[in-house]
């Protein structure tokens, strides 16, 4: 059973979703749902890519991702559906609480 | 005591030399060391970075890299020297050393 690609209305519906009040979640960004996160340094982003690997593994849906020491930047799609589907919103969110505590310990 | 960049020349020697016979190992890819390493699969890739994480942490000298399931895709450069130095072959021929068991397990 294929998953479906979401609409562009449904992307930028569930992108209000996930973000919250946050100015700098996620976005639709070259028909991907990308990402920035900016760690404390190497160690924390390794830490927190090491976490999302195991889980990317696990939902057996994997991210696009780019690490220079302490930004991880994901992109994120589902190719086949050709398109951003729910599955990449369920990898975003399980991303979003892993990163949620070492972004805390930035400030 | 600042690393010195490396003039292209001496890129290209040092390059021969890690590469060996080896046609798909580093090149001279937009003024950084790159090389596009293809794993059996998420899991083998991601071994490869967790290991190759481990050693750039500790040479203090970090890759620009991406991951997309099996491929692993690392720039090397040092920022501090301008270009690319003696740093980023000591963390490519760490790379070579790590990836070789793990990509001799595909054949």
């Known amino acids: 059973m294929a998953v479906k690609a979401l609409t562009e209305s449904e992307i930028r519906d569930r992108i209000g979703i996930i973000n ?8 639709l960004v070259n028909a991907k749902l990308q990402r920035t996160f900016q760690f404390q340094d190497f160690v924390t982003a390794w830490g927190f ?25 994901v992109d994120l799609t589902t190719h086949d559906a050709g398109g951003i589907s729910v599955r990449d919103f369920e990898l975003a969110a399980a991303m979003n609480l892993i990163a949620e505590p070492l972004l805390r310990e930035e400030s």
């Open 20 to 27: 919250g009040s946050r100015t700098d979640g996620w976005a």
């Open 49 to 73: 890519m090491a976490q999302a690997a195991i889980v990317a593994e696990k939902l057996d849906h994997h991210p696009e991702w780019f690490n220079v020491y302490r930004t991880v930047r």
